[in-house]
């Protein structure tokens, strides 16, 4: 990366925002510059709140959601459904399902997938303890709902093997069509997942 006329501190500023994800070095220098410009209403505040969120937020026990509460506040909810555990790949996708609002149950986030191009293994990723959570609790259903890739679709398959055994039901998220989905303008890979997933009408 090029290094700016300002010195070395907003060179360090620059080269840290760039490895977030979403920005290159371009687009880290305008952030950079942006927040210097307004670093009494957003520099600042930012500063405060990321080193209030590096102490005090915390990978949750239980489920791998990240929280400043240990267990995190989903898994502290007692009028949540026990039976029910839905794995995920991130905590990004335990926020997004709670936005539909659509799971009134528990998570596990398994902090990845298996992916053995990027040196990602199973002892890798938040498996194991899974396994634990279903023999040790009431679980009835556990719902992969990882993504719909080769390395998600791996990944499920590896989980759904590891509960093999276990008094569980195994499901999985139906993948095609979406709502509102026009079939002219699908790929050939949603079309047949959406065959594959077809229910009684």
Known sequence: ???TPAGPELDHLITLLAKLPGLGPRSAKRAALHLLKKRDVLMRPL??????????????EIC???????????????????????????????????RARAHKGRYHVLGGVISPLDGVGPDDLNISSLSQRV????????????AATVDGQTTANYVADRLE???VQVTRLSHGVPVGGELDYLDEGTLTAAIKARQQF
């Open 64 to 98: 791998g959601n990240w929280d400043s509460t240990n267990p995190c506040r989903i898994c502290a909810d007692e009028e949540r459904n026990n039976g029910v555990i839905c794995v995920v790949q991130e905590v990004a996708d335990v926020w997004a399902r709670e």
């Open 165 to 167: 055994g276990m008094d």
């Open 135 to 146: 023999s040790a609790a009431d679980v009835k259903e556990v719902i992969l709902a990882t």
């Open 47 to 60: 500063g405060d709140a990321l080193e209030a969120a590096a102490a005090s937020v915390t990978a949750c």
């Open 1 to 3: 990366m090029a290094k």
